[in-house]
C-alpha cells in the first residue's frame, strides 16, 4: 500500500520499506508534477554550501580557536582516514560533508548504517552526556557567515534553520521514516543581510550557525560552536542524535549523525569518563572566564586546555 505525505512542499508517495543503498528505509517517489523541476532548480546552489559536526562535547563554548585536546567526544567514523576529524587540519575534511539533495528517495539521512563498534575508535570515541546537561558541538565555517565587507563573502550570507534531534527508540535514524526523529532544540538563526550594521554582524556570540568569532581570520576553517542542552526526561542509555542544517531554503539540508551514552546523572557520566580516560570538567564559556572588549582579550588569563 502507499499512502501520501508532503515533502519540501509537493506531494510524494511512499511505499513499503525497501532497500536504498546500504540502508533499509521507506522509498519516496516524487510526484511527476514537481520532482525533477525542482531537483534542476535547485542543482545550481547545491555547491554553494557545506559544513559538518566535528566534536560531540567540546568543553569550550563560543570557543574562539579548534583545540582537539577540548573534545571529548566525536560523530560517526570520525577516525576513518579519509576524514580524520581529530588529527586532521579543522576544517578541511569535505569528503565528511552528507547532504541530503536526494534525501528522501535516493539518499539516506547518513552516510552509512550504523556500528558503533566499526564508527568509533579509542582515538574517536562516543560522548557520553547526563540529563540537564549542556552540550558544546563544533563545526567549520567554510565562509558561510554573514561579516563586514571585506571579509569572507560579505553580509549576505544566509542562515535559515539550525535543529538539534534525538531518536525515539533504538533505531537508526539512517534507516527509518522521519517521524522517528525528536526534535529537542531549535538553536536559532544568525543575523544576517546588507541592512544589518557592522557592529550585529561582528558582536558574539550569537545564536545560530555564524557563531564563529575569528571568522574572518579564516573565513574557510575557523571554528563555530552551537550547545544543545540533553532533555531531562529523555530516557538514559545509548541514544543516536542528528543535527540539521539549512543554510539557504534553495539549498538542500546538511547533517551529522553521532551516538552517545546518556546517564541519569553527573556523577555517572563523569564514572564512565573516568573510567576512559577523559575530563570530567564541565564545559565552560569563553566570554565567561575572559574579559573581552572588542575583540581583544583584557584580562591576561591563559585560555584553558582540556
Not at 522509498?27 to 559536526?53: D, G, R
Request: proline share 7%.
Amino acid at each position: 500500500a502507499t499512502y501520501i505525505s508532503t515533502y519540501r512542499n509537493f506531494d510524494v508517495r511512499i511505499k513499503p520499506r525497501v532497500t536504498v543503498g546500504s540502508c533499509e528505509q521507506y522509498c519516496v517517489l516524487p510526484n511527476m508534477k514537481a520532482s525533477l523541476v525542482l531537483l534542476a532548480a535547485v542543482l545550481p546552489a547545491l555547491a554553494a554550501a557545506h559544513s559538518w559536526i566535528v566534536c560531540t562535547d567540546y568543553l569550550e563554548n563560543n570557543g574562539w580557536y579548534w583545540d582537539q585536546a577540548k573534545c571529548r567526544g566525536w560523530p560517526r567514523d570520525a577516525g576513518n582516514p579519509r576524514f580524520d576529524l581529530r588529527y586532521g587540519a579543522f576544517g578541511t575534511q569535505n569528503g565528511y560533508t552528507w547532504r541530503l539533495d536526494g534525501h528522501p528517495w535516493s539518499k539516506a539521512l547518513c552516510r552509512g548504517p550504523r556500528n558503533d563498534g566499526r564508527w568509533y575508535t579509542d582515538q574517536t570515541p562516543m560522548a557520553a552526556y547526563y540529563l540537564g546537561q549542556k552540550v558544546v558541538i563544533t563545526h567549520p565555517a567554510n565562509n558561510h557567515v554573514a561579516a563586514p565587507r571585506g571579509c569572507g563573502w560579505g553580509p549576505s550570507s544566509p542562515d535559515t534553520e539550525n535543529l538539534m534531534f534525538v531518536v525515539d527508540g533504538d533505531e537508526d535514524p539512517c534507516c527509518i521514516d522521519s517521524d522517528k526523529l525528536i526534535q529537542i532544540m531549535d538553536m536559532g538563526v544568525s543575523p544576517y543581510g546588507h541592512d544589518q550594521p557592522d557592529e550585529v554582524l561582528t558582536t558574539y556570540p550569537k545564536v545560530g550557525f555564524q557563531n564563529v568569532p575569528k571568522y574572518c581570520e579564516d573565513p574557510e576553517d575557523s571554528m563555530g560552536t552551537y550547545n544543545f542542552t540533553v532533555p531531562t526526561d529523555l530516557q538514559p542509555g545509548r541514544r543516536t542524535f542528528l543535527w540539521k542544517w539549512i543554510r539557504d531554503p534553495a539549498v538542500m539540508p546538511f547533517t551529522t549523525i553521532w551516538e552517545a551514552d546518556v546517564f541519569a546523572t553527573k556523577a555517572e557520566r563523569d564514572a564512565h569518563y573516568l573510567a576512559t580516560g577523559r575530563s570530567t570538567e564541565d564545559m565552560w564559556d569563553f566570554y565567561q572566564i575572559h574579559n573581552i572588549v572588542d575583540g581583544v582579550i583584557m584580562d591576561g588569563n591563559d585560555i584553558i586546555t582540556g
